[in-house]
Nanobody, 122 residues
């Protein structure tokens, strides 16, 4: 499994940005795709996840109502639309894939992309 995340950049608070994740190497039927982030000096944290089959999404409270995760099964792509960005959203964002959820946290995800940096200026 290969995951390639891109789309990060420098934006101002209140702006929007869309991250993309190109997934390849297998079919992802029944898998769960997630976005995590890690800010400088902080631990990696969950942002959002989506089931490949049904597109059921789940969000961290900190991004609920501002971020939207989606997937395009035909293109093997996962997206994270980020609106109303805040300074505290500054982090490296990682795309990840899990065969199934057991722990409900990053331990479920055995495949990770390289990360893309999002910097939000206040």
């Amino acid at each position: 499994v290969q995951l390639q995340a891109y789309g990060g950049g420098l934006v101002q608070a209140g702006d929007s940005l869309r991250l993309s994740c190109a997934a390849s190497g297998r079919t992802f039927t029944n898998w769960v795709m997630g976005w995590f982030r890690q800010a400088p000096g902080k631990e990696r944290e969950f942002v959002a996840r989506i089931t490949w089959n049904w597109g059921t999404a789940y969000y961290a409270d900190s991004v609920k109502g501002r971020f939207t995760i989606s997937r395009d099964s035909a293109k093997n792509m996962v997206y994270l639309q980020m609106n109303s960005l805040k300074f505290e959203d500054t982090a490296v964002y990682y795309c990840a894939a899990a065969r199934r959820l057991h722990y409900g946290d990053s331990r479920d995800y055995g495949n990770w992309g390289q990360g893309t940096l999002v910097t939000v200026s206040s």
